[in-house]
């Protein structure tokens, strides 16, 4: 079992960058695929990207594709999602996940969260 806790979050212009980070705790964080997902205000958790816990194959939902990055490191037990070109729509809270040796696209399949980290993009 592991615990997870977001930071990074905070208020940005349109067009600018962010950078969330997620600490674990806990062991065995190598043994985990990681994700991120973000949820707006009245609308439905949704997927952001994902990383696998071997070969670092990741993936990312269509609407982040070539803005965001991202990563993971097993010796600090971090995980990261570069945020870049950041449009109105990105404002959300997000969330990072992790999922038991295989990564997934979907909230249900994660069984770890954090609390979530605010992002805010302004015109």
């Known amino acids: 079992q592991i615990q997870l806790v977001e930071s990074g979050g905070g208020l940005v212009q349109a067009g600018g960058s962010l950078r969330l980070s997620c600490a674990a705790s806990?062991?065995?964080?190598?043994?985990?695929?990681m994700g991120w997902f973000r949820q707006a205000p009245g609308k439905d958790r949704e997927f952001v990207a994902s990383?696998?816990?071997?070969?670092?194959?990741?993936y990312y939902a269509d609407s982040v594709k070539g803005r965001f990055t991202i990563s993971k490191d097993d010796a600090k037990k971090m995980a990261y999602l570069q945020m870049t070109n950041l449009e109105l729509e990105d404002t959300a809270v997000y969330y990072c996940?992790?999922?038991?040796?295989?990564?997934?696209?979907?909230?249900?399949?994660?069984?770890?969260w954090g609390q979530g980290t605010q992002v805010t993009v302004s015109s």
């Open positions: 990383i696998e816990r071997i070969g670092g194959a990741t």
């Open positions: 806990g062991r065995d964080f190598s043994l985990y695929a």
């Open positions: 996940a992790a999922r038991y040796m295989y990564v997934a696209t979907t909230p249900g399949a994660y069984s770890y």
